[in-house]
C-alpha cells in the first residue's frame, strides 16, 4: 500500500511558480512511476506529467511543456512538480499519483494510488 500526501499548493498570480511535492510512504516508491493529475472546476481530471521510477523519462501534456517541470528524488520518496504560471487556466486541484509500474504513462486509469490533492488557484 502506498499513502501519497500533497503540499505546496496556493495562490499565485499568473507569471509566478509554485512547487509541489508529494511525499510517499512505502518501500515500493523507487519502483513506481509517478503522476501528476489535474481538475478545474467543472472538469474531467486531466494528465499533467509523469515521470519514470527513474527519472529516465518524464512525459507532460502539450499545454505545460516548458512551463511544468516533473521531478523526483527517490531518496526523500518525494515527487515534484515545478509549475510556472501563465495564466489562470492553471487552476486546479492537483493530483499526485503513483503506479505499481516503474514505466510513465499519461492515462489515470494506469495510476493505482492517488492522493488527495492540492488546491492551486492562479490568479490574472
Known amino acids: 500500500q502506498v499513502q501519497l500526501v500533497e503540499s505546496g499548493g496556493g495562490l499565485v498570480q499568473a507569471g509566478g511558480s509554485l512547487r509541489l511535492s508529494c511525499a510517499a510512504s512505502?518501500?515500493?516508491?523507487?519502483?513506481?512511476?509517478m503522476g501528476w493529475f489535474r481538475q478545474a472546476p467543472g472538469k474531467e481530471r486531466e494528465f499533467v506529467a509523469a515521470i519514470s521510477f527513474n527519472s529516465g523519462t518524464t512525459h507532460y501534456q502539450d499545454s505545460v511543456k516548458g512551463r511544468f517541470t516533473i521531478s523526483r528524488d527517490n531518496a526523500k520518496n518525494t515527487v515534484y512538480l515545478q509549475i510556472n504560471t501563465r495564466k489562470p487556466e492553471d487552476t486546479a486541484v492537483y493530483y499526485c499519483?503513483?503506479?505499481?509500474?516503474?514505466?510513465?504513462?499519461?492515462?489515470?486509469?494506469?495510476?493505482?494510488?492517488w492522493g488527495q490533492g492540492t488546491q492551486v488557484t492562479v490568479s490574472s
Open positions: 499519483a503513483a503506479r505499481r509500474g516503474t514505466i510513465a504513462t499519461v492515462t489515470s486509469q494506469s495510476y493505482d494510488y
Open positions: 512505502g518501500r515500493t516508491f523507487a519502483r513506481n512511476a
